[in-house]
């Protein structure tokens, strides 16, 4: 496909600078620049855009005494990811339901809906309008899926769970699994029956073998807008507010309540039956052991403020140092001492 920067730049509500007629075929990453393509530079990364070998630049602000043409818009990096779909489009699956898969009792399909090779779709579903489900899904009895949603590959939606509209499972995801619930005396573990399910509200995204487990009574809920990476598990009856962004392998015990726009970073782990407040940022690898109040930036474990984390961990690599010191005073103060002893 070929596009004048023009063309992209209405696309993308911008404005060109420079030659607005000249050719792109294709979007790259800024260090694999070609005359033919596009790429994106903001940030850390406008001081490298002069010396790149890319045909156009989509940029947030003009960049001064660069030679080449460049798209500014407001926010650069939502218009990438629109002329990414405009190179990349998606792969679009037969509507349809494959031969292979199958069907319960009951199941109420919606209008353009696609279900793929040897998905399992058990009694009294309901498959909303436009979902898309890749091979080998499974969707257990009672499952609501709304309007919109994909399903990918060897996912597995459990039974009475409920997702929104335009929600996204990541292949080999679990919805809905056995809570992770047991009564233990004298040793030994009785699994305690967990009857509850999984709310996932609109436009909720969750990546590939990540799992959140249903609820003993009740629902393990995830709100509107939150997105979910790869490897994160949520426990039982868990509630994670909406906008939030849980990063790779991060862990949540079961029963915490989470606010809004909280960010867990990568394998953050947090102890279950608290509440975390709106707004909270929580560094790579914090533990989370306690109630969080709303606004805040966290890191460590014990979790601590940032600032209060940076402090000890200069403190930290210090240490040899000051042992060596300690050991040279105590030294010192025990030939003082002899010395004191022999007058």
Not at 37 to 46: K, L, M, P, Q, V
Not at 238 to 253: P, R, S, T
Not at 268 to 295: E, L, R, Y
Request: with cysteine; hydrophobic share 40%.
């Amino acid at each position: 496909m070929k596009f004048s920067l023009e063309d992209l730049a209405k696309l993308v509500g911008g404005t060109v600078y420079g030659d607005g007629s000249i050719s792109i075929e294709e979007a790259r990453s800024l260090d694999q620049g070609a005359e033919h393509a596009i790429s994106f530079a903001i940030g850390d990364y406008r001081e490298f855009a002069k010396d790149s070998k890319a045909g156009a630049l989509l940029v947030d602000a003009k960049i001064e005494d660069c030679t080449i043409p460049q798209i500014v818009v407001s926010n650069a990096k939502a218009a990438f990811a629109k002329l990414l779909e405009v190179f990349h489009p998606p792969v679009v699956f037969p509507e349809g339901i494959h031969e292979t898969a199958i069907i319960g009792k009951n199941v109420t399909i919606g209008e353009n809906v696609r279900i793929g090779p040897y998905c399992v779709v058990y009694d009294n579903a309901i498959i909303g309008n436009n979902v898309t489900l890749h091979a080998y899904v499974y969707i257990g009895h009672n499952v609501r899926i709304g309007e919109g949603t994909t399903i990918y590959a060897s996912s597995v939606v459990h039974e009475n769970c409920i997702l929104g509209k335009r929600v996204v499972l990541r292949a080999n995801a679990v919805v809905g699994g056995e809570g992770f619930g047991f009564a233990t005396e004298n040793g030994k573990h009785t699994h305690i029956p967990q009857v509850g399910n999984v709310i996932l509200e609109d436009d909720v995204e969750v990546g590939s073998c990540s799992c959140i487990d249903n609820a003993t009574m009740g629902s393990t809920l995830v709100r509107r807008g939150t997105k979910i990476d790869n490897l994160v598990h949520l426990g039982h009856n868990v509630e994670i507010g909406e906008d939030c962004f849980l990063i790779a392998q991060v862990g949540i015990a079961g029963s915490t309540k989470c606010g809004n726009h909280v960010i867990f970073a990568g394998q953050t782990g947090c102890t279950g039956h608290i509440t975390i407040g709106d707004n909270v940022t929580f560094a790579g690898k914090t533990g989370i052991t306690g109630n969080v109040p709303s606004n805040g930036l966290y890191a460590g474990f014990p979790m601590r403020p940032h600032k209060e984390w940076l402090k000890l961990a200069a403190y930290e690599s210090r240490l040899p140092d000051v042992v060596k010191q300690v050991k040279a005073l105590e030294k010192e103060l025990a030939q003082l001492k002899a010395k004191l002893e022999e007058k």
